[in-house]
Every structure is written in structure tokens, then in C-alpha cells.
């Protein structure tokens, strides 16, 4: 079997990106969950509803972070394909 990083740069790479996606749901959900009642009087919407919207927004800022960390990933290492030398 082989690794899916080609070499420490790619792993210490996505494993930052990842520990970062994680920090900033944690901060996310730390900044939204003890405003709920105001969002629900403000908005006028059920509890369900604000929910929803705070899942559905978390789910789009993991989803943009691992897609992220992947082209990053594919543009090092279409990066040093370029780099190497051409043999014949």
C-alpha cells in the first residue's frame, strides 16, 4: 500500500489545516450557541430553523477547509512535477 502524502511537507500540511478547521468550528460554535434566543427573537424563526442554518453553515466551512487543504495538497505536488528534471 502505498502513503497518500508524498512526503512530511504534504502531512504537516494537512494535518495544520485540518487542526485549524477544528479550532474555528470550536470558535464558531462558541460565538453562536449563547446567542440562539436572540436569533430566534430577531429573526421571528422556530429554534429548529436556527439550528438548521448554524449546521448547514458548519458543514460549508468544513467542506471549504478540506477542499482547501486538498488543492494545496495537488498544487505542491503538481509543483515539484514541474520542478523534476525530464529524463529520456
Do not use: W
Not at 502531512?11 to 460565538?31: H, Q
Not at 429554534?47 to 495538497?73: M, P, T
Amino acid at each position: 500500500m502505498t502513503p497518500f502524502f508524498k512526503n512530511k511537507f504534504q502531512e504537516i500540511l494537512f494535518l495544520g489545516i485540518t487542526l485549524f478547521t477544528f479550532v474555528a468550528f470550536y470558535v464558531e460554535t462558541d460565538i453562536y450557541t449563547p446567542s440562539f434566543p436572540e436569533m430566534v427573537q430577531y429573526f421571528g424563526a422556530n429554534e429548529d430553523a436556527i439550528q438548521l442554518l448554524l449546521s448547514i453553515n458548519f458543514l460549508g466551512v468544513l467542506c471549504l477547509v478540506i477542499c482547501l487543504a486538498f488543492y494545496f495538497l495537488l498544487y505542491r505536488k503538481n509543483q515539484h512535477k514541474a520542478d523534476m528534471p525530464r529524463t529520456a
